[in-house]
């Protein structure tokens, strides 16, 4: 069958202006997503800092008191050998292992803490201040909402 010049297929114009309209679109939507990691990693670390106060709450439960800051967060996985040594430790441990921040970083544990009984945060996305000092984007059990 004989199909007519006009009508076989794209003339550069029609391509040139879907490749203009479609550099416009990218250049609206691209800068948009490119935000949305960041907010996942926050996102991220919230849930993480709310599995470990879990896992610390049930630790207390077991043994009356919060794995001391020495202990660390170490204290959810293995059972600790110093300070004060839990009797009715979890055969298997709290967690499989202690995470790290969404940034690659430990969180961070005290106890006691500055905002509450115990503080688990991360240092958010710049890390730690100059001084060794917390951020102001720090992400932790005192202000998950």
Do not use: C
């Not at 610390?56 to 967060?73: A, F, H, I, K």
């Not at 204290?75 to 202690?98: E, F, M, Q, S």
Request: proline fraction near 8%; avoid cysteine; hydrophobic fraction near 35%.
């Amino acid at each position: 069958m004989y199909r007519s010049r006009e009508h076989s297929g794209f003339t550069l114009i029609e391509v040139l202006v879907v490749m203009v309209i479609l550099g416009i679109l990218a250049a609206v939507i691209v800068p948009k997503i490119m935000d949305r990691p960041e907010q996942a990693r926050i996102v991220a670390a919230k849930s993480d800092v709310r599995a470990i106060v879990s896992a610390l709450n049930m630790y207390r439960l077991d043994n009356g008191v919060y794995p001391s800051t020495e202990q660390g967060l170490a204290a959810l996985v293995r059972k600790p050998d110093t300070g004060n040594i839990p009797d009715n430790w979890r055969p298997g441990g709290y967690l499989d292992r202690v995470p790290k921040d969404p940034w690659g970083r430990p969180y961070q544990y005290l106890n006691p803490g500055l905002h509450g009984e115990i503080d688990v945060f991360s240092y958010g996305p710049n890390g730690p201040s100059a001084d060794g000092g917390g951020s102001s984007q720090e992400i932790g059990n005192w202000n998950l909402n």
